[in-house]
């Protein structure tokens, strides 16, 4: 009798120590769902601040183009003040002057 009762006792023993075991498996489970749903809401935000960000950029690259746009006119504008200014002049005939007029003695 004494050795069922204490095959009894280990069994008793050891099922305890499952059940503890099997707790602290719970307790994890619990802490990933928690952990995965956390992270999943982190995602969630994630991808909303990109899809932000992507419209933020949008808008920068409208607002950046305008001064593409002037300062591209800019540099035509002065292109062609270039091209005028180096357009030789048309040769002009020159009066000969008399020899002896407007000269003085310094």
Do not use: C, H, Y
Not at 41 to 51: G, N, Q
Not at 81 to 104: F, G, Q
């Amino acid at each position: 009798m004494t050795r069922v009762t204490d095959i009894m006792g280990e069994i008793a023993s050891a099922s305890d120590e499952q059940s503890r075991g099997i707790d602290q498996v719970g307790l994890a489970v619990a802490e990933m769902d928690r952990v995965t749903q956390q992270n999943a809401a982190l995602v969630e935000e994630s991808a909303a601040a990109a899809a932000a960000l992507e419209e933020q950029a949008s808008r920068l690259t409208e607002a950046v183009a305008v001064f593409r746009i002037q300062q591209q006119q800019q540099q035509q504008r002065e292109t062609s003040a270039v091209v005028k200014t180096v357009t030789p002049a048309a040769p002009r005939k020159m009066a000969v002057a008399d020899s002896e007029e407007n000269w003085e003695t310094f």
